[in-house]
């Protein structure tokens, strides 16, 4: 999962209709490096980058916390339903996304956050949603994480 700008949005957009036959190549050739700079500019450590795993196990364990970003079950517990230990896990999780679980986590509460402020929620309401004692410990990792407010952050994106 790639949180965009709108510039890679719009250069998405201008990619997305096939050639036609006979059709000049020249603007895709001049768009498609770009948007690739665009997008290899989202690497780990942005906010918007979120990898995901194609080992099986992984994939059980990620669906589970995209579809309830604000599950608090440890490493432990989740892999208990997927069938491997702890320690595979933590193992294939760094050899499968580049991330540690509980970055790749992390990772996840944070572009949960942008979308959920993209929507019109509050701080505190984000909070809860992922399970953070209050809007403060939202904005604490946020800032740890990005550098940034959530706020702060989210408007930088439309600019």
């Given at each position: 999962m790639i949180l965009i700008s709108k510039m890679m949005h719009y250069l998405m957009e201008g990619l997305t209709p096939p050639l036609a036959e006979g059709e000049p190549r020249e603007r895709y050739d001049l768009m498609l490096p770009l948007l690739l700079h665009e997008l290899n500019n989202a690497a780990p450590g942005v906010a918007g980058f979120l990898p995901f795993p194609r080992e099986r196990r992984l994939r059980a364990v990620t669906r589970i916390l995209t579809q309830d970003p604000g599950n608090d079950d440890t490493l432990e517990q989740l892999s208990?339903?997927?069938?491997?230990?702890?320690?595979?896990?933590?193992?294939?999780?760094?050899?499968?996304t580049g991330l540690t679980f509980a970055q790749w986590r992390q990772q996840l509460k944070v572009m949960e956050s942008i979308s959920l402020l993209a929507q019109g929620r509050s701080v505190e309401e984000i909070a809860r949603k992922l399970g953070y004692f209050n809007g403060s410990a939202l904005i604490a990792m946020f800032r740890k994480t990005v550098g940034d407010t959530p706020q702060r952050y989210y408007n930088a994106l439309g600019e």
């Open positions: 208990a339903g997927v069938g491997a230990t702890p320690r595979t896990l933590s193992r294939l999780f760094r050899h499968d």
